[in-house]
């Protein structure tokens, strides 16, 4: 049977599977398995991954023991589970079994669904704030930001110096003075220069904003798929 955003029958609706770099985020440049899911509950101006917004872009549905089969198939400690986004598929148990089997796990999620309160061992988060260039920015959860950890990313994605206050305020506003998780802003891709981040940074002393950029649009043409 199927709902709106995730399916609700059992299995795992695959985009695909493959092994790659992290090109972003805390484990950039270390090779990973990365599940992709189908579906996703926004719709971002830059999505990247439009092959992937809908339950009709589901490549394979595969069990539970199937998704665990395929990524043994591979010598990585590191999942990535991305989309579309994961958090609306059944993950909690796969995660566990994965955590116990000592997998290190990022999921990467769009801000836009509640984390959850216990995560598995293992699980760090990659949580995107969409900012007014996105289009989505009504559609945070910011509930969210109560339940980031150190080990977790805090990922913003900025089209203009109007994103940027907002990463800015968003900073300030829920982090001051608390443990909070890694902050990194990356550029839209083709729509901002990458030096005008580092000169916001410079320019407004964010001490914890790390820039970076898409480390696999660099390497491969930047509509490739499965890198
Ligand atoms: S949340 Fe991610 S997958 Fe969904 S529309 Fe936005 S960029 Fe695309």
Not at 86 to 92: A, E, N, V, W
Not at 166 to 185: L, Q
Request: aromatic share 10%.
């Amino acid at each position: 049977m199927k709902s709106k955003y995730a399916w609700d029958d059992g299995f795992f609706h695959v985009t695909e599977i493959f092994d790659s770099i992290d090109g972003e985020g805390k484990r950039t440049g270390l090779m990973a398995v990365f599940v992709r899911l189908a579906g996703c509950n926004l719709r971002c101006s830059y999505c990247d991954t439009a092959y992937s917004l809908t339950l009709d872009d589901t490549k394979e549905a595969l069990t539970e023991e199937e998704v665990l089969r395929r990524i043994h198939g591979y010598p990585w400690k590191r999942i990535t589970l991305t989309g579309g986004e994961p958090m609306l598929h059944p993950l909690h148990h796969l995660c566990q079994v994965l955590g116990e089997e000592g997998y290190d796990i990022n999921i990467e999620t769009n801000g836009a669904v509640p984390l959850w309160r216990e995560r598995p061992e293992g699980v760090f988060y990659t949580m995107d704030f969409k900012c007014t260039g996105s289009g989505m920015k009504a559609h945070m959860n910011r509930d969210n930001f109560k339940l980031l950890e150190p080990q977790d990313v805090l990922k913003f994605v900025v089209s203009s110096e109007e994103d940027m206050d907002e990463m800015k305020e968003i900073i300030s506003h829920y982090f001051s003075g608390v443990r909070h998780p890694a902050f990194f802003v990356s550029p839209v891709w083709g729509r901002i220069e990458p030096e005008k981040l580092v000169e916001y940074v410079r320019k407004n002393r964010l001490q914890d904003v790390r820039v970076q950029v898409q480390l696999h649009k660099i390497i491969w043409d930047p509509d490739r798929r499965g890198v």
